[in-house]
C-alpha cells in the first residue's frame, strides 16, 4: 500500500521528504563502500535520478530558503552534481576508444584514470556528508538494500553493424562541414577560450574563479562545442559525404570530447561558486580538502585536455575549408575615403579570418594576402600611384595654361582649386596651403606639381577621387560579406567618420 505523502504541516513534510530518501540512501550506501573501479554507471545514473528529483521536491516546498532545511537541500545538491560529474568522467573513460581523436602530447587515458581516482573521492565526501545529513534530520531509518541488477562490464567488446542508409537531410552535408570547421577555428582562435586555460594554469582555479572566468563563460565554450556536435550528428553523420571522407570523423570527435570536458568545468565551477566560495568555517576543512581535487580535475585535468584537443585540430579545420569551400572571384571598389587604411583593411581581415580559408586581394599585377592587415595597407602605395597618374594628366593639361616664369606655388594653388571644383580632388582642411611645400630652384611647374601632389597625398592632406577596382579571390562567404562590408563604405562616410556595419556583419564587434 502506497503512503499518503500528502503535506499540510512541517511534520508531514519530514515523514514525506524521509520517504523520499529512501533509494538514494540504499544506493549511498552500496557505492560508499565500493572501490573506485566498483562504482558503476549504472548505480551512479540511480543515484543522479534520485538526488535530481529529491533536490526539486525539497526547493518546491522553500528548502532552498529555509535556515532549518539549508543544509540538507546543500548536501542534496553536492549529492547531484558529484554524481553527475563522476558520470560524465566515467563516460569520458569508457567512450575515448569510440571516439576518433587525432595524437595529441599528453596521455588522455591515463589522466582519465586519475580523474577517476579524484573523483571518486569527491564522489565519496559528499555521499558521507549526505548520509550524516540524513541521519541527523532522522531520515530513512529502514532504508532498503540496493541490489545491482546485473555486473557491469564498462568496456565494450563488440558493437552491432553500421549498416544504417540515411535518408536526404535539408541541409548540403558538405556546406555544413565548412561551417562546422570555421566556427571551430572562431572559437579557438578568436574567442578567449584558450586565454582562460593560460589564467587558470598560471594563478590557479580559486583564485580566478569568479574574477577571471566564471559558471557563465564556461557555460558558454560548453555550448559552443555542443552545438558543433549537434550539428554534426544532424547534417553530417551518416551521410554518404562521412563515408567517403574518413577525416570528418575527427571533427565531431573532437568537438564531442571537448563538449563533455567542459561539461565537468562548467558542473564544478557551478558547485564552488554557488556552495564554497564563502562556505561556514565549520565546512572550511572538508571544502578544502574537495577543492584541491576540483581544481585538479578543472585545470590540469578538463580545461587542458579541452584545450589540447580543440586546438590539435586546427590544421584539419583548414584542410576541410579548403577542400569544401565554394571559391569565387568578386571586384569590389576601393574604400573611398584614403583607401585601405587602418578601418577598413582590419575589417576586411577580420571578414577573412572569421572564415579561416585564404581570400587574396589583386590589384593590377599585385597580390597581397587578405587576412593580413598591414599587407592590404600596403596595397595603398599602388593606389596612390594610380591616384598620381590619373590627376597627373589633368595637371599636365592645365599646366601648359601658365607661363614658365609664373609664380609656382600660385599656379599649383589655383590648379589644386579647380580640381577641386571639379570634384576630382578632395582637400580635409578648411584651405588648401602649400607653405610646406615651397618650390626648389630650377624645379618646372610640372616637376613642382608632381612632387607637391605626392606630398599632400602621402600626408593626407589631399585624396584624389578615383574609382579604383580591386579583386578579390577565394572563399565566397567571405567575400559575400566583403561585399556587404564594400555596400556599407568600409564602415566609413565620406570623410573618414565611423559608421555602424550592417546586421550582416555583427560577429566584427565581438
Known amino acids: 500500500m502506497l503512503n499518503d505523502c500528502s503535506v499540510h504541516n512541517a511534520d508531514d513534510f519530514r515523514r514525506m521528504v524521509g520517504c523520499m530518501v529512501r533509494n538514494s540512501l540504499s544506493i549511498s550506501r552500496f557505492l560508499v563502500g565500493q572501490p573506485a573501479e566498483g562504482i558503476g554507471r549504472t548505480a551512479l545514473g540511480g543515484l543522479l535520478q534520485e538526488s535530481s528529483r529529491l533536490e526539486e521536491l525539497l526547493d518546491a516546498y522553500g528548502a532552498r530558503t529555509n535556515q532549518e532545511w539549508l543544509p540538507f537541500r546543500r548536501s542534496v545538491a553536492a549529492l547531484k552534481l558529484f554524481s553527475d560529474v563522476h558520470y560524465k568522467i566515467l563516460h569520458i573513460k569508457y567512450s575515448?576508444?569510440?571516439?576518433?581523436?587525432?595524437?595529441i602530447d599528453h596521455d588522455i587515458g591515463a589522466a582519465t584514470d586519475t580523474a577517476v581516482d579524484r573523483s571518486t573521492r569527491l564522489l565519496v565526501t559528499a555521499i558521507k556528508r549526505y548520509l550524516d545529513q540524513a541521519q541527523q534530520y532522522g531520515l530513512g531509518d529502514h532504508p532498503a538494500v540496493y541490489q545491482p541488477r546485473c555486473v557491469e562490464n564498462e568496456h565494450v567488446t563488440w558493437r552491432l553493424d553500421n549498416d544504417l542508409v540515411r535518408g536526404s537531410v535539408k541541409r548540403k552535408p558538405d556546406e555544413t562541414v565548412v561551417e562546422l570547421a570555421t566556427a571551430f577555428l572562431n572559437e579557438v582562435e578568436g574567442s578567449d577560450f584558450r586565454g582562460v586555460f593560460a589564467a587558470l594554469a598560471d594563478r590557479g582555479f580559486l583564485t580566478c574563479v569568479p574574477d577571471v572566468a566564471c559558471e557563465k563563460d564556461f557555460r558558454r565554450f560548453e555550448e559552443v562545442f555542443h552545438n558543433l556536435q549537434a550539428l554534426y550528428d544532424s547534417y553530417v553523420g551518416g551521410t554518404d559525404l562521412e563515408q567517403r571522407d574518413e577525416k570528418l570523423a575527427f571533427l565531431r570527435g573532437h568537438a564531442t570530447i571537448v563538449y563533455h570536458l567542459l561539461e565537468i568545468v562548467t558542473d564544478l565551477t557551478h558547485h564552488y561558486e554557488r556552495h564554497m566560495?564563502?562556505?561556514?568555517?565549520?565546512?572550511?576543512?572538508?571544502?578544502?580538502?574537495?577543492?584541491?581535487?576540483?581544481a585538479w580535475l578543472v585545470v590540469s585535468y578538463a580545461m587542458e585536455f579541452a584545450v589540447d584537443y580543440a586546438t590539435s585540430v586546427q590544421d584539419l579545420c583548414r584542410e576541410l575549408i579548403r577542400r569544401y569551400t565554394e571559391s569565387t572571384t568578386l571586384t569590389l571598389p576601393s574604400p573611398p575615403y584614403r583607401g585601405f587604411h587602418v578601418r577598413p583593411s582590419t575589417l576586411i581581415a577580420r571578414i577573412v579570418r572569421h572564415y579561416g580559408s585564404k581570400v587574396l586581394l589583386q590589384l593590377e599585377d599585385?597580390?597581397?594576402?587578405?587576412?593580413?592587415?598591414?599587407?592590404?595597407?600596403?596595397?595603398?602605395?599602388?593606389?596612390?600611384?594610380?591616384?598620381?597618374?590619373?590627376?597627373?594628366?589633368?595637371?599636365?593639361?592645365?599646366?601648359?595654361?601658365?607661363?614658365?616664369?609664373?609664380?609656382?606655388?600660385?599656379?599649383?594653388?589655383?590648379?589644386?582649386?579647380e580640381l577641386f571644383r571639379q570634384k576630382k580632388l578632395v582637400v580635409y582642411s578648411d584651405e588648401l596651403s602649400l607653405d610646406d611645400v615651397p618650390a626648389a630652384a630650377g624645379e618646372s611647374l610640372g616637376e613642382y606639381s608632381k612632387r607637391a601632389v605626392a606630398q599632400l597625398l602621402a600626408g593626407g592632406a589631399i585624396d584624389i577621387r578615383a574609382d579604383i577596382p580591386v579583386s578579390f579571390q577565394g572563399d565566397k562567404r567571405a567575400l559575400d560579406d566583403l561585399k556587404v562590408l564594400a555596400d556599407a563604405g568600409y564602415g566609413e562616410d565620406q570623410v573618414g567618420n565611423n559608421i555602424p556595419l550592417p546586421t550582416a556583419l555583427s560577429y566584427l564587434k565581438r
Open 277 to 294: 566560495a564563502g562556505a561556514q568555517r565549520s565546512d572550511s576543512i572538508v571544502l578544502g580538502e574537495m577543492s584541491d581535487d576540483m
Open 366 to 417: 599585385e597580390q597581397c594576402d587578405a587576412s593580413a592587415p598591414l599587407e592590404i595597407i600596403r596595397v595603398n602605395e599602388r593606389i596612390n600611384a594610380i591616384k598620381r597618374r590619373m590627376i597627373g594628366k589633368d595637371i599636365l593639361a592645365m599646366v601648359r595654361e601658365y607661363q614658365p616664369d609664373h609664380d609656382r606655388q600660385a599656379a599649383l594653388t589655383a590648379i589644386l582649386l
Open 96 to 103: 575515448i576508444p569510440l571516439y576518433a581523436l587525432m595524437p
